[in-house]
């Protein structure tokens, strides 16, 4: 499915909500492993290594979710952030507004 130029615009404001959240998730895990650390229930190394692995981990999904990504893979973003719920069916309801005010 080939989207317009305004439908692009709207994806790409929509992939960057679902993107926010996601890296907001990312944060949160690497804090609460930081918790751990800082209350003692794990030594330096075996944080150190529980971070680096965590961090790792989200890094390369991160990537291969948003690095180099087009137009035509616009849409498989929004599935999978949707699937994920870093966004919500009510956030895609902006694409069928933009359609439905250029019929009138």
């Not at 305004?6 to 790409?12: H, L, N, T, V």
């Not at 003692?40 to 961090?55: R, T």
């Not at 180099?68 to 309801?93: C, D, H, N, P, V």
């Amino acid at each position: 499915m080939d989207l317009s130029k305004q439908e692009k615009k709207i994806a790409r404001e929509i992939i960057e909500i679902g993107l926010q959240r996601e890296l907001a998730q990312g944060l949160s895990e690497a804090d609460a492993i930081l918790t751990e650390w800082k209350n003692k229930e794990m030594d330096n190394k075996a944080a150190y290594h529980k971070l680096y692995k965590m961090i790792d981990e989200f890094d390369k999904h991160i990537g291969l979710r948003y690095d180099r990504m087009t137009g035509s893979t616009y849409l498989i973003a929004i599935a999978g952030q949707l699937k994920e719920k870093y966004i919500s069916e009510k956030e895609l309801e902006r694409f069928q507004k933009k359609q439905y005010k250029a019929l009138n």
